[in-house]
């Protein structure tokens, strides 16, 4: 699975940004594809997450209410809205895929195939 990441940017505190996570094999429809992000000096942590087959999703606590992941079969595409950006949002924005062990999404080790990710700057 190879994505390619796009829709990061510069926007004030309270705006909103839609990322877009384009992946190839989509059609091998058993993946977790997941967002992760990384502030400079800080470890990649996971945002949210969407099972390809049958699209159960999963939330970090601190982007509960503000952030929705969302995927689109049709264009092998995983989307990242964020909605109420504050500045502790900033960070580099990556898409992961693979197959976590059952009850786990958020690890970062448990992901083999990344995006060259795309920046996020709330200020």
């Known amino acids: 699975v190879q994505q390619v990441e796009s829709g990061g940017g510069l926007v004030p505190p309270g705006g909103s940004l839609r990322l877009s996570c384009a992946a190839s094999r989509y059609t091998d429809s058993r993946y977790c594809m997941t967002w992760f992000r990384q502030a400079p000096g800080k470890e990649r942590e996971g945002v949210a997450s969407?099972?390809?087959?049958?699209?159960?999703?999963t939330y970090a606590d601190y982007v509960k209410g503000r952030f929705t992941i969302s995927q689109d079969n049709a264009k092998s595409t995983v989307y990242l809205q964020m909605n109420d950006l504050k500045p502790r949002d900033t960070a580099m924005y990556y898409c992961?895929?693979?197959?976590?062990?059952?009850?786990?999404?958020?690890?970062?080790?448990?992901?083999?195939?990344w995006g060259q990710g795309t920046q996020v700057t709330v200020s």
């Open positions: 992961a895929a693979d197959r976590p062990p059952f009850g786990t999404w958020d690890t970062a080790d448990d992901y083999n195939y």
């Open positions: 969407i099972f390809t087959r049958g699209g159960t999703t």
